[in-house]
């Protein structure tokens, strides 16, 4: 076959049919068609919009009403925010809650979001039992309570998806080291980690399972919660809450993987430098109660004096350092403690909701240390709340 006849065979052929004035006003005309079939699917429909998420911003009686009365100093009095951070929240979530909390059948609630998010805030604020918030509201503590647990636990994945585990992702120590906010004596550490306790009533039930909850450290029953804080101020993991008992180091042992993860090296971070080059982990600060984590982790641990002895200057002089990094675990304890009475006072709430109760001060944390930044006095604040739990338990 000639070259000629092969590029002929290889060439599409013609349309059957020919582009005629008839075949072209048939297919706009068809086109036409499905056009009128669209409009027709929405024709059917009300011109009305309903409510948008902008428009249901509006209907907060209950903010305003306590926004008009007390002033913008009322609002921080409530929940630890000014209006203008509170709206900040309330703009990072409400897409959220309009998509997850009060849809679906069933009774709806008679408060709206923006309303309840106060409500949420101030009890975590003030609560200790609930039906002296409730009073502020002019609300049954029942249908308080219940209005605002319901409200909570909608809420909490966004919470700590946002606040806490999106925290850990933006500040790897690339992130830190960037910024100039890696830990001044110990840069190699990422993390500070360290237990909170809190006096809860006394459990019902036997003795057995009651001496699990007290504390042989601060002579009282309560809750401890593991926290790991980055040098810039920010909770970045926390633990389920322990029973009063259990050892911090206990604690720690049963969330090494947690911890393996988190200080394992990211891609890129290997040539950050490092005062053990080589190493594949970043470490961990932590205090005396944490020994022998260091058989597991890499770990920066401060020295415990010899039997009979004391230690030198040198070593006493490296304790120091470490106490001075550390001390932003403290600080953070101090903040959440000082916002938060659920954190603080005796935890008087049901024993099931702890984890999410406590979880949500910690998220609210970060977002105020967001606004504003730890400082010294926070770690005033939490010695002060140690030295008055080891007087109540005296």
Not at 298 to 321: C, H, S
Not at 324 to 348: P, Q
């Amino acid at each position: 076959m000639s070259r000629r006849s092969s590029l002929q065979a290889s060439q599409p052929a013609p349309s059957s049919t020919p582009l005629t004035t008839r075949v072209i006003s048939q297919g706009v005309a068809l086109l036409e068609n499905l056009d009128q079939q669209r409009y027709a699917k929405r024709a059917r429909y009300s011109t009305v919009l309903a409510d948008e998420p902008d428009d249901l911003d509006l209907n907060s009686p209950i903010y305003d009403s306590f926004l008009a009365s007390q002033g913008a100093e009322g609002i921080v009095t409530m929940t630890n925010f000014s209006a203008s951070e509170f709206n900040l929240i309330w703009t990072e979530v409400r897409q959220y809650v309009f998509r997850h909390w009060n849809v679906g059948s069933g009774r709806k609630s008679a408060v709206s979001a923006r309303d309840l998010l106060l409500m949420f805030f101030t009890s975590l604020k003030h609560c200790g039992t609930w039906d002296v918030v409730a009073a502020v509201f002019k609300q049954k503590p029942t249908t308080f309570e219940k209005r605002v647990m319901s409200f909570l636990i909608v809420l909490h994945p966004y919470l700590m998806r946002t606040f806490v585990t999106a925290v850990e992702q933006k500040w790897p120590m690339q992130a830190l080291a960037e910024s100039g906010h890696r830990f001044k004596n110990f840069p190699a550490a990422w993390y500070a980690t360290d237990v909170t306790f809190q006096q809860t009533n006394v459990p019902a039930g036997a003795y057995a399972e009651k001496k699990l909850y007290y504390s042989g450290n601060h002579s009282l029953y309560g809750h401890k919660v593991e926290v790991s804080v980055v040098p810039n101020g920010f909770a970045i993991d926390c633990t389920k809450f322990y029973k009063g008992s259990v050892s911090d180091k206990t604690i720690f042992d049963e969330n090494i993987d947690s911890h393996l993860a988190n200080l394992a090296k990211r891609t890129g971070e290997t040539t950050l430098e490092d005062s053990e080059p080589g190493m594949e982990q970043w470490a961990v600060l932590a205090d005396k109660g944490y020994q022998g984590i260091q058989h597991n982790v890499r770990a920066v641990l401060p020295l415990k004096k010899p039997v009979g002895g004391i230690l030198t200057f040198a070593e006493q002089a490296k304790n120091d350092r470490i106490a001075s990094d550390r001390v932003i675990v403290e600080n953070y304890f101090g903040r959440l403690k000082t916002l938060w009475a659920t954190c603080s006072n005796t935890y008087r709430w049901s024993r099931k909701s702890y984890d999410i109760v406590f979880q949500a001060c910690l998220t609210l944390t970060n977002v105020h240390v967001r606004l504003h930044p730890l400082r010294a006095e926070d770690g005033d604040a939490n010695a002060q709340y140690i030295n008055r739990l080891n007087a109540i338990g005296a």
